[in-house]
């Protein structure tokens, strides 16, 4: 094996629990200091047996895939992040890295269910290339290179229409409102893969701010953000969903909010260099009421960032336990473009938490545990460690974030979710924007409109659900075969125009737009709202506690 580098990682909790890792800049020695090297005879043991499946088993068996398999299972004794990656893993993990990918430019999702065709969701960007060669939000893609795709998953889709810059593909889409399919050829161009996709006021003098992991840029794009966001008088920063990313963007994004030198996180482990502190290196540059929003799917670089501003009573922390991911891993670069994340120390936030939250017994209970809607010893006070912050308030160990005010997301009923499943809103509201019913002329202007916007016109047309669009789309579950009363109509109104709404805005106008219209009735936004004035307690109790080092 190579020597290769070793990078600290905060990884995202994914199904190889690694995309999305945390880069740092620290190397490690293959050999610690007390590390013992395997018997020789082992080795020999591995090879023996090696040798022997190979020559005798059954079916013949690749080398690859017994020894990746061998070293998954080395790992799989040790946490439930430690991770071997294979050479399209380790590639993956570069790539979101480094935030860049190259492709068309454009979201896609299949028509129906998980396979087959897939319809291209929202405008595609100004300046990407398939904004230039005409796409259109509502397009869908029946062939890539000639080949029809009635059967691809998503990653068969989105792995071919990725390519090397400066390549071409032949793609076929169906386009509502034109009889004949539509031939395309795109050449592929860097697209940046953006960290931080919302950015808007909620109310007046209010920001909202949604960061969706942390790689290269997202400090950057924050910045960029918070300059779109003159004279705040208050902001939500929402950390939910947010599995991580590198280390130094979570250090970058926490530094916008703290003095200089105030301690963000640190680091304890048995390597060498592995025990470290990481203070905010630079002023504080946003003086704002601020409220940040987790849920249980808030992980490692999220969990640093909620905890020190939490622990430094800069920050309301609203929502739901975080998911407790606080080991750092070093990437070691393995012969054959392969990888290994290996934890080698944990994550603790400035008060002396530890993020990470138990994982004694399987890894399959561990992330068993994660899939639960409710984790009791997550939520349980009673049993967690209390520590304090720097003005005294009470904070809780045992692993993840506690938020200051407990709101947890809002279930959908049994007919939301039925609705929700079958991808009814977005196909219904694509029927609604290509005209295909008598009263949605309305519609087709909101469209027109949207790319006046998109070019770069201010003014964003208002649309509301009537009593009229309401009838309609009764009909339109019944043409679905989706069964339903009156009384579930009229018991979900509220939703139900909101997510039509939604997805009206989203086809005509923009992911951003639409994200806007499903933020109004976020109970969670909506209580980040209410106690914004708790935020401005707090951090103007903190000028007196922790005063801002002069300039």
């Keep these: 094996m190579k020597h290769g580098f070793a990078i600290l990682l905060v990884s995202v909790v994914a199904v190889f629990a690694l995309v999305g890792g945390l880069l740092g800049d620290s190397a490690f020695n293959r050999s610690a200091a007390d590390a013992s090297t395997p018997p020789n005879e082992f080795l020999a043991n591995f090879t023996e047996a090696l040798e022997v499946i190979q020559l005798n088993y059954v079916e013949p068996v690749g080398s690859d895939k017994l020894v990746y398999s061998s070293i998954k299972g080395m790992l799989r004794r040790l946490d439930p992040h430690s991770s071997f990656l294979d050479p399209k893993e380790f590639a993956r993990l570069r790539e979101d890295q480094h935030s860049r990918y190259y492709g068309l430019g454009i979201r896609v999702r299949p028509l129906l269910r998980d396979k087959g065709r897939h319809v291209i969701v929202e405008p595609p960007a100004i300046g990407t290339p398939a904004e230039k060669r005409g796409l259109r939000a509502g397009d869908v893609i029946t062939r890539i290179e000639g080949e029809p795709i009635d059967d691809w998953t998503s990653d068969d889709v989105v792995g071919r229409l990725k390519g090397p810059r400066g390549t071409t593909v032949d793609i076929t889409i169906e386009r509502p409102g034109v009889r004949e399919p539509i031939e395309v050829t795109i050449e592929r161009d860097e697209i940046p893969m953006v960290t931080v996709p919302y950015a808007f006021e909620i109310k007046p003098g209010i920001g909202y701010i949604k960061i969706d992991r942390f790689s290269e840029s997202t400090a950057k794009e924050l910045e960029e953000k918070l300059e779109q966001l003159q004279g705040l008088s208050g902001l939500v920063l929402d950390l939910r969903d947010n599995p991580g990313g590198l280390l130094n963007q979570a250090i970058a994004v926490s530094d916008f909010f703290l003095p200089r030198g105030e301690l963000i996180v640190s680091t304890k482990g048995r390597a060498a260099g592995s025990t470290k502190s990481y203070a905010a290196p630079g002023e504080e540059r946003i003086r704002v009421p601020l409220v940040v929003l987790i849920n249980r799917h808030s992980a490692s670089a999220s969990e640093i960032v909620s905890g020190a501003l939490q622990d430094h009573d800069r920050a309301l922390i609203v929502g739901e336990t975080s998911f407790g991911k606080g080991l750092v891993q070093s990437v070691f670069t393995l012969d054959n473009d392969t990888g290994m994340a290996l934890t080698t120390a944990k994550y603790y936030t400035p008060s002396g938490r530890l993020i990470q939250r138990d994982y004694s017994g399987s890894n399959l209970e561990y992330y068993y545990l994660e899939g639960e809607p409710e984790t009791p010893p997550l939520n349980n006070e009673g049993e967690r460690e209390v520590y304090s912050t720097d003005g005294k308030r009470k904070v809780y160990g045992g ?137 401005k307690s707090l951090m103007t109790s903190r000028r007196i506690i922790t005063p801002a080092p002069p300039r």
Aim: net charge negative; charged share 30%; no cysteine.
């Design 399 to 535: 692993g993840g974030i506690t938020p200051d005010v407990v709101e947890p997301a809002r279930e959908l009923n049994r007919f939301e979710m039925l609705l929700s499943s079958k991808d009814i809103f977005f196909q219904y509201a694509r029927r609604l924007t290509s005209g295909e019913v008598p009263f949605a002329e309305h519609f087709q202007n909101l469209v027109r409109n949207g790319e006046t916007a998109a070019a770069g016109k201010k003014g964003t047309p208002d649309f509301q659900v009537t009593d009229a669009v309401l009838a309609d789309f009764g009909q339109f579950l019944k043409e679905r075969n989706v069964e339903y009363t009156d009384e579930e109509i009229a018991v979900n109104v509220d939703y139900i125009k909101r997510r039509i709404r939604q997805e009206v805005f989203t086809s005509a106008l923009g992911i951003q737009e639409g994200y806007k219209i499903g933020v109004e009735g976020d109970n969670q936004v909506l209580k980040a709202l209410e106690v914004m004035p708790e935020a």
